[in-house]
């Protein structure tokens, strides 16, 4: 059975740093590109960022650029999304998600069951 | 950078009715890489329906995806109570390389 689990949130003051984690079982996980999606309470859905499976090649949205890093630890089964100098519009649950192989029609297939990051003073 | 609009932003509707849920693309969009996922409260998004029209595994067949260029939409021919939820259209491509619709929520009457 395919599962991620994200761990790793919680409560952050503004400007400060968190590191969340994806751990996946059930699949071979170095094959598959892993992404961090999140989601505002009651509102919709945004891409984070996305690492492929080698962990070669790595994209943001510019909104986190330069403040996240994705990275993954194939031995480990896991994927990482350090966040620093965080803002109050980083407030969240995240999700990690797997995009498909398959097709190559770029969409998530497993969703983790997301973690809440809220940053705040 | 391509936006989707969802509409409308909440349907009420009676288990037993058809519905069909919009997605509308800024720009056009490659039929392939428009997905629907179903997200109930408290719980992550599932996947339903991947390019554009064809069915995730497990998913009922009363769930139905069309569309091409910039009009997208997701039918579901009898409502059933496990249904009612939020529903989110996704494109690939471009830039941000992954882009979400507001949502849809439909709620029962």
């Known amino acids: 059975e395919v599962q991620l689990e994200e761990s790793g949130g919680g409560l952050v003051k503004p400007g400060g740093s968190l590191r969340l984690s994806c751990a996946a079982s059930?699949?071979?996980?170095?094959?598959?590109?892993i992404n961090w999606i999140r989601q505002v309470p009651g509102k919709g859905l945004e891409w984070v960022a996305s690492?492929?499976?080698?962990?070669?090649?790595?994209y943001y949205r510019d909104s986190v650029k330069g403040r996240f890093t994705i990275s993954r630890d194939n031995a480990k089964t896991s994927v990482y999304l350090q966040m620093s100098s965080l803002r109050a519009e980083d407030t969240a649950v995240y999700y990690c998600?797997?995009?498909?192989?398959?097709?190559?029609?770029?969409?998530?297939?497993?969703w983790g069951h997301g973690i809440l990051v809220t940053v705040s003073s | 950078e391509i936006v989707l609009t969802q509409s409308p932003g909440t349907l009420s509707l009676s288990p037993g009715e058809r519905v069909t849920l919009s997605c509308r693309a800024s720009?056009?969009?490659?039929?392939?890489?428009l997905a629907w996922y179903q997200q109930k409260p408290g719980q992550a998004p599932r996947l339903l329906i991947y390019?554009?029209?064809s069915r995730a595994s497990g998913v009922p067949d009363r769930f139905s995806g069309s569309g091409s260029g910039t009009d997208f939409t997701l039918t579901i021919g009898r409502v059933e109570p496990e249904d009612f939820a939020v529903y989110h259209c996704?494109?690939?491509?471009?830039?941000?390389?992954?882009?979400f619709g507001q949502g849809t929520k439909l709620e029962m009457k």
């Open positions: 998600a797997r995009r498909e192989l398959d097709t190559g029609y770029g969409y998530f297939d497993y």
């Open positions: 059930g699949f071979t996980f170095s094959r598959y590109s």
């Open positions: 690492i492929d499976s080698s962990g070669r090649y790595i």
């Open positions: 720009q056009s969009v490659d039929s392939n890489y």
């Open positions: 390019g554009t029209s």
């Open positions: 996704q494109r690939y491509g471009g830039s941000p390389m992954y882009t």
